[in-house]
């Protein structure tokens, strides 16, 4: 509260308030310093500082600062401003001469200001007041009122947690679910599309097995192969022998290891056919019984039901269930593998070329196919990297030899122009894999002869173009002759074109009309 | 004594009158019965006839995908060459194909019982109602018969033929199915 003590009531309020600066304003407003350990200045209205009511100065210095006339007293307890407009500092004597006359005008300057200010001031201040308590009590009951249910989703969050916990312990008495009724549609959808998601993981599993296991079986005949060549230019003739030959043993080995992986992969193959199978018929006899539900009676469900859970825990694919057994028991016997290999050794052939051929091999499964007309034997490790090359054309000019099973596998190659001029006869055997070959253009340039049932097959092949420009006996040719007439585009030398002619009655070329399925 | 004539006279002619008109009450009551029975066999009649519809549909239904069961059967016996019986069962897909077939001949014979109960039943009202109409005739023309016998029997089979008709078509049992042997040797000879 500010109170004001007017000593000079002719003083001009006017004249005191243009007295005044902003400084002194800060002054009025703001008791800096009140708390402070020095007890705090007062300003002179000339901008000097003077120490406030200090308890510890010495006793002529408080009295020296103690105002003996009319002072303004700031509203806050204990300052008092005692303005010297002399510009003397509190240290001054108390008897100074222009004293008086400071204290005289000083405090009418502020009387008149302080005097308007509070005037307006006072009603608002304990209106401000009242309503400041006010808003107190009234947040204070609130408080009080609202403190039981302070917050209403921790009160929810309880109420439910209490509930989780009586329904945990109730959990054990419950009875166990019971099977669903014939008319619980969604219960038996969920059950049916369960079957169905099982059975599409058991089938893609079949896939991947089956997958595997052509890959154990092409591993084996590799190995067999290069193990054959080998037992033939070692001329290696017991098993005995071949077991302490470093190079043979490990392929011995490593052909009994994955014919044991590819035979053992049987065992999780047929339980995924049974599982499959057992799950599709439990579905279908469940379908047949709920068309019928609205019509019959005693139809089992509940029997329908356990039996299609049994099988959905039954066939889960688990690493257990679908295991090989072990290979050791799947191992076969070192002597029927040796025998065969024997076999094979006999009708393989040698050549000085081999160890070029298997350094383009090398880079053929590499991805490298720049030598690729250099091969001259086909081994079914270079037909399966090239089948999986994503080449469009192959050109091997030079490939004169091409085993039975390279010769399968090239023909699932997916190109178009398949060129194997090197080739100087072609067996029945391959020319049946050639006829079902998926490409455009077959060059065969280096058949002299074409044996009546080697021509037989090709003559189903679909493809477009067939060159046979090295063709000198015309045994096949009516076969030709029936390939060309289908719509296929024949290249042969002009002898055989006229023997063509001569079988066609025709005199000229038979006509190339666009036969239906023709690629 | 004249007017105890009069008054005798009058007592016999009401008397007389009474026993004609409650004669000819009781035969419109016999008439009203009739029609009334006619009317039951025709909604009798009527239920069975779609009863017979409904499972005739079933019928046909199961039978197709009986065939096509069947024509699994065919194309795994193609693919593995299996012909004898015991071999066959071996091969998943005709096992389970055949004990499919055999649960859908099941329903078919026993579909096939009920739809031939139901046309027995029409036959029989279409009896009754032939019946009736005769009486009907015959109550026209000499203004009686008796006919109480008759709708007792009626009232008897209708009561039999609607709570046939309202029980479900097909009660599921295992007895009575047909062999999976006879099933495979019937899908041989191609029946």
Redesign the interface.
């Known amino acids: 509260m500010t109170e004001t003590l007017t000593a000079d009531k002719d003083a001009s309020p006017a004249d005191g308030f243009q007295a005044l600066d902003s400084s002194d304003l800060s002054d009025m407003t703001t008791p800096a310093g009140v708390d402070g350990p020095g007890g705090g200045v007062v300003e002179t209205p000339a901008g000097e500082e003077i120490p406030a009511a200090v308890p510890d100065a010495p006793a002529e210095t408080r009295a020296a600062a103690t105002p003996s006339g009319p002072v303004a007293v700031s509203g806050v307890e204990g300052i008092a401003s005692a303005d010297d407009s002399s510009g003397q500092q509190t240290g001054e004597p108390a008897d100074a001469p222009a004293a008086p006359c400071v204290l005289k005008e000083t405090p009418a300057v502020r009387q008149s200001w302080a005097t308007r200010v509070l005037a307006h001031m006072r009603p608002v201040l304990r209106v401000a007041c009242c309503i400041g308590a006010g808003v107190c009590v009234a947040s204070g009951i609130w408080l009080f009122m609202r403190q039981p249910q302070a917050d209403p989703a921790a009160a929810r969050s309880r109420a439910v947690q209490e509930q989780a916990v009586r329904a945990e312990d109730l959990q054990p008495i419950l009875p166990e679910p019971s099977p669903p009724a014939a008319d619980d549609h969604s219960a038996w959808e969920a059950r049916l599309r369960e079957i169905d998601a099982l059975r599409q993981t058991l089938l893609a599993k079949k896939e991947e097995i089956l997958q595997l296991q052509q890959n154990y079986h092409y591993g084996v005949l590799e190995v067999e192969e290069e193990a054959a060549r080998l037992i033939k230019s070692t001329g290696i003739d017991a098993l005995v022998q071949a077991l302490k030959n470093r190079q043979l043993e490990p392929f011995l080995k490593s052909i009994q290891r994955r014919q044991a992986y590819r035979d053992g992969l049987e065992k999780p193959l047929r339980w995924i ?2 599982g499959s ?2 799950l ?2 439990l579905k ?2 469940a379908i ?2 709920l ?2 539900k609205e ?6 469900f509940k029997s329908n039901i356990v039996e299609i859970d049994s099988a959905i825990s039954k066939y889960q694919p688990t690493a257990e269930r679908l295991a090989v057994g072990a290979p050791a028991q799947l191992n076969a016997s070192m002597d029927m593998i040796w025998k065969r290999l024997a076999e094979q050794a006999k009708l393989a052939t040698v050549s000085a070329e081999d160890p070029q051929d298997q350094e383009i091999t090398g880079e053929v499964c590499s991805g490298h196919l720049g030598r690729l007309s250099e091969l001259t034997n086909l081994t079914l490790r270079a037909a399966r990297c090239l089948a999986e090359s994503g080449a469009m054309e192959l050109f091997m000019n030079r490939l004169s030899r091409i085993s039975p099973a390279a010769a399968k596998k090239l023909c699932e190659w997916p190109g178009q122009w398949l060129c194997l001029n090197g080739i100087p006869r072609l067996s029945t055997d391959f020319a049946k894999h050639l006829s079902g070959w998926a490409g455009e253009r077959i060059s065969l340039n280096g058949l002299s002869e074409l044996p009546v049932e080697a021509a037989a097959a090709l003559a189903g092949w679909k493809g477009r173009q067939l060159e046979l420009m090295g063709l000198r006996k015309t045994t096949g040719i009516e076969h030709l002759a029936q390939w060309e007439a289908s719509g296929g585009k024949l290249y042969v030398p002009d002898g055989l074109r006229k023997e063509i002619a001569l079988l066609k009655g025709t005199g000229r070329p038979p006509a190339n009309p666009a036969a239906p399925g023709r690629r | 004594m004249h007017r105890h004539r009069v008054v005798s006279a009058a007592l016999i002619i009401g008397f007389t009158l009474g026993v004609w008109c409650a004669g000819i009450a009781a035969d419109d009551g016999k008439v009203q019965e009739l029609n009334r029975a006619l009317s039951d066999i025709g909604s009798a009649e009527q239920m069975l006839r779609q009863k017979t519809a409904l499972a005739g549909s079933v019928r046909q239904l199961l039978r197709q995908q009986a065939d096509e069961l069947k024509a699994e059967i065919h194309e795994a016996r193609r693919r593995t060459k299996v012909a004898a019986f015991q071999q066959a069962v071996q091969i998943n897909r005709i096992d389970y194909n055949l004990r499919l077939v055999q649960r859908l001949f099941g329903y078919i014979d026993r579909l096939d019982d009920r739809i031939g109960n139901f046309r027995s039943a029409v036959q029989a009202l279409d009896f009754y109602r032939r019946q009736i109409r005769d009486d009907m005739l015959i109550l026209r023309t000499l203004n009686d018969a008796d006919t109480a016998g008759l709708l007792r029997q009626l009232d008897a089979d209708l009561n039999g033929f609607k709570a046939q008709a309202e029980r479900p078509l097909l009660t599921a049992s295992a007895a009575g199915l047909r062999p999976l042997e006879t099933i495979w040797s019937d899908i041989l000879q191609g029946k």
Do not use: F
Request: glycine residues 0%; aromatic residues 6%; proline residues 0%.
């Open positions: 056919e049974l199978e057992e599709l018929y279908r006899r047949i019984d068309q019928l019509i019959a009676e005693r139809i089992d």
